[in-house]
């Protein structure tokens, strides 16, 4: 019957180190870089990934750096919000749209359609990587 108890608890502790939730070491050397290099960092992937022109770089350098400080600070009106315990996510979440509408149509304009469509294909597939990260599709 000892043997069996501490079997069973052996099982439930190895079981229970299985499970923890690592988090990605990608993300903690992101955190690490300074926004600017951060930006320049995605540039240099969307370079390579639909291959830019030097044209194109100038101006996704722009989007990126607009995008980013957008970022923040919808990422300071969310804390606001949150310890408001404001319950108006109507309004961040039509925001968030809005934002999402003027991204594609930047997009639009400065790639080309091959490059658009590679870009909105691997858009799509990162928003699925999240949702199942986030433990099912959120739509």
């Known amino acids: 019957m000892k043997k069996l108890i501490i079997a ?22 992101m955190e690490k870089l300074t926004p600017e ?9 969307m370079t390579l990934d639909l291959d830019l022109n030097a044209k194109q770089q100038e101006q996704m350098k722009q989007v990126i750096a607009e995008q980013t400080a957008k970022r923040e600070v919808m990422r300071a009106e969310r804390k606001a919000n949150q310890e408001k315990n404001n ?17 594609k149509n930047k997009m639009k304009s400065i790639l080309s359609v091959e490059q658009f469509e590679k870009w909105n294909t691997e858009k799509e597939k990162q928003q699925e990587k999240r949702g199942d990260r986030r433990g099912g599709d959120r739509k």
């Not at 099982?11 to 050397?29: C, I, L, N, Y």
């Open 87 to 103: 319950g108006d996510n109507f309004d961040m979440r039509t925001k968030r749209m809005d934002e999402q509408i003027a991204m």
């Open 8 to 29: 069973a608890l052996l099982v439930v502790g190895m079981t229970s180190f299985a499970q923890d939730k690592k988090e990605r070491p990608a993300r903690a050397e």
């Open 37 to 45: 290099q951060r930006n320049e960092l995605m540039l240099k992937k």
